[in-house]
C-alpha cells in the first residue's frame, strides 16, 4: 500500500520550533516533488512549501518565508519542514503530499499531487 506519513507535530509556544518529517511507505520519494500543506480550522487547505524531486529547487508561501525550511534527505526517503518562529497562526494540520516529477529538470511545484498524507497537527499557543 503505498502511502506518506508525517510525524513531528505538537504544542509549542509562539516563538518556537518543530520540525516535521514526511515519510513514505510502499515506495519512494526519489522521483516525486514533495510538498506541505496546511488547513486551519474554518479555512481552505492552503500550499505551505514544495522542493523538487532533487532537493534543489524549493517555493514558500509568503507567509512562511524566512521561518520555515523545506528539505529532503534522499538516503532516509524523508522531508522536512523545519518550521522556526512560529506563530499563533501557523496554527494548523499539516499534510504532505507527493508529485510524480518525471523530468528531474523540470521543478513542477506541488500543482497537481499523487499521494497525501493523513495529517499532523501544529498547535501554536501560549
Known amino acids: 500500500q503505498l502511502q506518506l506519513v508525517e510525524s513531528g507535530g505538537g504544542l509549542v509556544q509562539p516563538g518556537g520550533s518543530l520540525r516535521l518529517s514526511c515519510t513514505a511507505s510502499?515506495?519512494?520519494?526519489?522521483?516525486?516533488?514533495i510538498g506541505w500543506f496546511r488547513q486551519a480550522p474554518g479555512k481552505e487547505r492552503e500550499g505551505v512549501s514544495c522542493?523538487?524531486?532533487?532537493?534543489?529547487?524549493?517555493n514558500y508561501a509568503d507567509s512562511v518565508k524566512g521561518r520555515f525550511t523545506i528539505f529532503r534527505d534522499i538516503a532516509k526517503n524523508t522531508v522536512y519542514l523545519q518550521m522556526n518562529n512560529l506563530k499563533p497562526e501557523d496554527t494548523a494540520v499539516y499534510y504532505c503530499?507527493?508529485?510524480?516529477?518525471?523530468?528531474?529538470?523540470?521543478?513542477?511545484?506541488?500543482?497537481?499531487?499523487?499521494?497525501w498524507g493523513q495529517g499532523t497537527q501544529v498547535t501554536v499557543s501560549s
Open positions: 522542493v523538487s524531486r532533487s532537493g534543489i529547487s524549493t
Open positions: 510502499g515506495f519512494t520519494l526519489y522521483s516525486y516533488a
Open positions: 503530499a507527493a508529485e510524480f516529477e518525471p523530468n528531474p529538470l523540470l521543478f513542477k511545484k506541488c500543482v497537481s499531487l499523487n499521494y
